[in-house]
């Protein structure tokens, strides 16, 4: 007993401080820790202090720390073998983990193990009441961790919901505000790089170009911009010490409704709090809200750089940008694709567009159309629904807008009326389906499947009536004719450039004989307020056929 008494033990202190405790540099908490250890050393001359380590900011529910990975490193070393800390919970909150080091690993690599707040020292440890004790404590201290954690996950969620942004760093285009760091504003020398992005990708570069400017341009990228400003960021992606713009990352920016002012967030989660591992959670359970701050986009352009990506956006053969009407031709008989050609005869180049069914299955009829007479009938065919839009605003100037009100509110009420009579039918077979059981024509897994059938439709179609009924009492009083304005600004349109396609244009037809259908964008809503002042008792001009 004296030789034990006797021995001196080369003993580390160690202090831990979850995020959910604090998250200064050097904590109250963190101080307070090791001023009780060094304490407590001082009153055994018997623990000679030979370290402290320090993990500060990382979470009791494992082992995966820094700090304690270097300590056990020394242990198994030689270096130390007694640990000090101020509770049990500070050592670790994981029930079976906690337990394994102290009840097996520590006594078999020789560790004394000392948690002064609970009284437990392995060297003078009542084995008996100790294997009761400190399993229940670890069993305390894991149940706190799993309840703050379900505490913190609330909590995030509750953030999320209101609009708050609860990333670690501002997406790139932005700053955390000084005032509220869960609020974005824009950081003006990024913001206008997303710009150009944007702007770049609508006149047809692709992405790969895109990235090639930028590195020319000697632009940061997101990371390195952030690490400019003093950001302590890193990424998996870096492979360099200053690293290059990429496709990927110019795709991600395109992609990311951040930049019109919608928040994203929740989109993975883990298992529990025990493990850690990253789970992608389903789009219907990411919590969406819009308006969260100042966009960077239009919204108009962001949707329509979505829908450029979605199209078949091969480059030319120069690789400097994408084809005019690159994903936009189709077949009007089939539709299916038209597939650009380009065939030489005599020296001459021919480029033309052939149906891909007829070309593949032969089950399509034969027909083509040169590049450059689709190039003229669209930009003849889009001046002029330019004018017929103008035209359009004109007269719906000239026409009193209590009067529009009530031709729209009478268009509104005949849907409405329509709605009620589909709800109306859906009403009677749901009546009539009794009688069909009871008289037999119908047995009982069929009525309980009509019935679930027509309920559904009811149900949905009560929902759509809803929604026209407050369009109704609204009036619309405030109609959004923003449409009308991007058609007007290439009123004195001359030629075409792949922006343009894109912005005005939703869809090409090509029909045999070389005859031609271009579904314009904003379609619906111009044939809407066509029928409006049709509606209203307002004639026209004859300007032929739209």
């Known amino acids: 007993m004296n030789h034990v008494a006797e021995k001196v033990w080369n003993t580390c202190g160690y202090v831990r401080l979850s995020r959910e405790d604090g998250d200064k540099a050097e904590s109250n908490s963190i101080t307070g820790q090791k001023q009780l250890i060094r304490e407590f050393l001082s009153r055994n001359p018997d623990l000679q202090e030979c370290g402290m380590k320090v993990d500060d900011g990382y979470t009791g529910s494992n082992f995966n720390r820094p700090a304690f990975q270097e300590m056990m490193a020394d242990v198994k070393a030689g270096k130390i073998n007694c640990i000090v800390v101020k509770d049990l919970s500070r050592f670790g909150r994981e029930y079976l983990d906690a337990g394994e080091y102290i009840e097996r690993i520590f006594p078999f ?9 609970d009284n437990y020292d392995s060297l003078h440890s009542n084995i008996e009441s100790d294997h009761l004790i400190v399993p229940f404590k670890n069993l305390i201290n894991d149940a706190y961790c799993r309840d703050t954690s379900k505490k913190i996950r609330s909590q995030l969620e509750i953030k999320r919901k209101r609009g708050d942004f609860i990333g670690s760093f501002a997406v790139f285009g932005y700053k955390k505000d000084p005032e509220n760091y869960h609020r974005l504003i824009i950081d003006d020398f990024a913001a206008n790089v997303v710009r150009d992005i944007f702007s770049w990708k609508l006149e047809g570069i692709s992405t790969g170009d895109i990235a090639k400017k930028l590195n020319t341009s000697g632009v940061p990228t997101p990371m390195d911009y952030k690490q400019s400003q003093g950001l302590n960021y890193s990424t998996t992606f870096r492979v360099k010490e200053r690293s290059s713009w990429s496709a990927g990352t110019v795709l991600r920016i395109l992609k990311n409704p951040i930049y019109i002012g919608v928040l994203e967030q929740g989109k993975v989660t883990t298992p529990s709090h025990k493990i850690k591992r990253l ?61 650009r050609k380009t065939s030489y005869t005599a020296k001459k180049k021919y480029i033309y567009y052939v149906c891909a069914t007829h070309k593949n299955q032969k089950t399509c009829y034969t027909h083509s159309l040169r590049d450059q007479a689709l190039y003229d009938i669209v930009l003849g065919v889009l001046k002029k629904h330019i004018q017929d839009v103008i035209d359009l605003f004109a007269l719906m100037n000239l026409i009193d807008t209590a009067q529009l009100q009530q031709a729209n509110i009478q268009k509104i009420k005949e849907r409405l009326d329509k709605k009620h009579e589909e709800i109306e039918r859906y009403q009677e077979l749901l009546r009539s389906l009794y009688e069909s059981l009871n008289d037999g024509l119908i047995d009982q897994n069929e009525y309980l499947e009509l019935k679930e059938t027509y309920r559904a439709q009811r149900n949905e179609a009560e929902e759509r009536a809803e929604v026209i009924r407050q369009q109704m009492e609204q009036g619309l009083e405030t109609q959004d004719l923003g449409w009308v304005e991007k058609f007007r600004k290439h009123q004195n349109i001359e030629s075409l450039d792949r922006n343009i396609v894109v912005s005005l244009i939703e869809r090409i037809f090509i029909y045999r004989q070389h005859r031609v259908e271009v579904v314009f964008n904003w379609h619906n809503e111009f044939h809407h307020q066509m029928d409006l002042l049709q509606q209203a008792q307002t004639v026209l001009p004859e300007r032929g056929p739209v």
């Open 279 to 339: 789970v992608n959670k389903p789009r219907e359970d990411w919590v969406i809200v819009e308006n969260c701050h100042e966009p960077i986009i239009d919204r108009y352009d962001f949707e329509n750089i979505q829908k450029v990506l979605a199209l078949d956006t091969r480059t030319s053969v120069s690789g400097k940008a994408v084809e005019l009407f690159s994903g936009m031709v189709y077949c009007g008989e089939c539709g299916g694709a038209m597939i």
């Open 109 to 117: 690599l020789g560790v004394r193990f000392i948690a002064i707040n």
